[in-house]
T-cell receptor, first 112, second 114 residues
């Protein structure tokens, strides 16, 4: 089964606007994490929210988690051109080491 | 800030050749991973490594693949006989506590099989 499916697949906004990306998953999880990937580069960990948490903030990032709907959202406020990147959600579930399973990502373009 | 280092950044190899991708995880991390990303597609799990052995592997990680931690600092991925479809970005990652914490990823090795 697919875990961590993000939508939209692509999002284009103007600098200063807020960007919201969503993620849905299918199985129970220990936590959900969001990563950013600039073109051709590695993934950078942004934020982790545990299954018993509903909302978390880090700077301009706000993440929510609804385990009853098996969904999460990432909000980036006051976006900047430098926020242009792909954003992936990843779920940690099962197994001896709770490996991460990534979604397909949302490509965010912030226009100056 | 501690980094995960991967070498080489780009490797071109002929089909059927063996390649070794190298990674130096963060020194006090205990869990190590290889993921791959075919151009424009999702990041796929290959293998996890803990306590000097494979703890989990995906269907992609067949007999052509192997991992080693030969000297306590390096973590390598070997592909014995490369195929065209092995062309991808390969990412190494490490974590202090598996998926219970965030992973730190390297910048990746772009493998091109010709």
């Amino acid at each position: 089964s697919q875990q961590g499916e993000e939508d939209p697949q692509a999002l284009s906004i103007q600098e200063g606007e807020n960007a919201t990306m969503n993620c849905s998953y299918k199985t129970s999880i220990n936590n959900l994490q969001w990563y950013r990937q600039n073109s051709g580069r590695g993934l950078v960990h942004l934020i982790l929210i545990r299954s018993n948490e509903r909302e978390k903030h880090s700077g301009r990032l706000r993440v929510t988690l609804d385990t009853s709907k098996k969904s999460s959202s990432l909000l980036i406020t006051a976006s900047r051109a430098a926020d242009t990147a792909s954003y992936f959600c990843a779920t940690a579930s099962g197994g001896s080491n709770y490996k991460l399973t990534f979604g397909k990502g949302t490509l965010l373009t912030v226009n100056p | 800030e501690p980094e995960v280092t991967q070498t080489p950044s780009h490797q071109v190899t002929q089909m059927g050749q063996e390649v070794i991708l190298r990674c130096v995880p963060i020194s006090n991390h205990l869990y190590f991973y290889w993921y791959r990303q075919i151009l424009g597609q999702k990041v796929e799990f290959l293998v996890s490594f803990y306590n000097n052995e494979i703890s989990e592997k995906s269907e992609i990680f067949d007999d052509q693949f192997s991992v080693e931690r030969p000297d306590g600092s390096n973590f390598t991925l070997k592909i014995r006989s490369t195929k065209l479809e092995d062309s991808a970005m390969y990412f190494c990652a490490s974590s202090p506590g598996g998926g219970l914490y965030g992973y730190t990823f390297g910048s990746g090795t772009r493998l091109t099989v010709v």
